[in-house]
């Protein structure tokens, strides 16, 4: 499974920007995408997923301010993030997993910067 991800760049706090993840490959064992991020000095944390089947999950913190969805026909995954904060600062990573013979399979595609800053 390869990830493409695209869609950041400078905002200013307050704004919006969407990012989106095309997967390509083995997308038939793909069960979960996603996105995490990681800050300057601070670990890789979870933003949101979505299972296959259309679970949503999100981190607290962004919980109201940004909406995971997928096209499956383009296998594509987005993330519609409003009401930016400055800690929203980050390098964003687009993930996927999948569960195959008692094996999680992981994947992840480069990341992408997004800025919130005036």
């Known amino acids: 499974v390869q990830l493409q991800a695209c869609g950041g760049g400078l905002v200013q706090p307050g704004g919006s920007l969407r990012l989106s993840c095309a997967a390509s490959?083995?997308?038939?064992?793909?069960?979960?995408m996603g996105w995490y991020r990681q800050a300057p000095g601070n670990q890789r944390e979870l933003v949101a997923t979505m299972t296959t089947a259309g679970s949503a999950n999100y981190a607290d913190s962004v919980k109201g301010r940004f909406t995971i969805s997928g096209d499956n026909a383009k296998n594509t995954m987005l993330l519609q993030m409003n009401s930016l904060k400055p800690e929203d600062t980050a390098v964003y990573y687009c993930y996927a997993d999948g569960l195959r013979f008692g094996r999680l399979y992981q994947y992840w595609g480069q990341g992408t910067l997004v800025t919130v800053s005036s």
């Open positions: 490959g083995s997308i038939f064992s793909i069960d979960r």
